[in-house]
């Protein structure tokens, strides 16, 4: 009986120590995802103000059209 569970003790502790890498793994991959996730967001917003004021810029007509397209593909 001792010896049952003394194995069973060992198999526990391993299964243990997996789910401990496992934890640690998914919650790296956790903060990578974030960190992705922050990026592409201030990218859409920078993406998103310069196309609001390129049509700014078209519906006030301060420039043509042909200039405000080159101007903003020069900041891509």
């Known amino acids: 009986m001792k010896e049952k569970l003394q194995q069973r003790l060992q198999s526990l502790k391993a299964e243990y120590e997996v789910g401990q890498k496992m934890l640690v793994e998914l919650e790296a ?15 859409i917003q920078i993406i998103e103000e310069t ?5 700014e810029t078209v519906e006030n007509n ?15």
């Not at 991959?29 to 990218?43: D, H, M, P, Y």
């Not at 196309?51 to 049509?55: F, K, N, P, Y």
């Not at 301060?62 to 891509?76: F, G, Q, R």
């Open 29 to 43: 991959k956790q903060t990578n995802l974030r960190e992705t996730l922050l990026r592409i967001s201030g990218a």
């Open 62 to 76: 301060t420039h043509p059209p042909e200039e405000v397209s080159a101007e903003v593909l020069k900041s891509e």
């Open 51 to 55: 196309l609001g004021e390129a049509t």
